[in-house]
């Protein structure tokens, strides 16, 4: 038998909400980790993202969640207030951001010919013969 959910509709979005309005700057990584909401509610952070699936206006209060935490972790980074490896690695993992660079190329490709060693050697020894040089490839 399935244990009964810990899910109270209202409620639970409300004490979410409540995590959301008491995030503050000064108190920031008190609150900035999924860990933290599903602490607070007494669940597992596995729960927090079964009831996003399953409870739309639970999706909905842990968005606005994530949106001040954004929001705050930019103040914070434009206070210098984060130290800067720590900010990328949490940038990297809470706003997707990479270090991957997209190159696309829109030109045409020319082919060269490239000159077998053979054909390399003959053409220096004839060009240092003209100049009266020694090859140095021998």
Not at 24 to 29: D, Q
């Amino acid at each position: 038998m399935a244990r009964p959910t810990k899910y109270e509709n209202e409620t639970t979005v409300a004490k979410v909400d409540a995590i959301t309005n008491a995030m503050i700057a000064e108190k920031f990584f008190d609150f900035c980790g999924v860990e933290h909401i599903a602490y607070a509610l007494g669940i597992h952070k596995d729960t927090v993202y079964e009831w996003v699936k399953k409870y739309d206006e639970f999706s909905e209060a842990i968005k606005r969640w994530e949106t001040k935490r954004n929001m705050l972790f930019y103040k914070l980074a434009a206070s210098q207030q984060v130290q800067p490896g720590k900010w990328i690695f949490l940038a990297k993992n809470w706003l997707g951001m990479t270090d991957r660079q997209e190159v696309s190329h829109g030109g045409q490709v020319e082919h060269i010919h490239i000159m077998s060693i053979e054909d390399f050697q003959a053409s220096k020894e004839a060009y240092d013969e003209e100049r009266g040089k020694t090859s140095y490839l021998n």
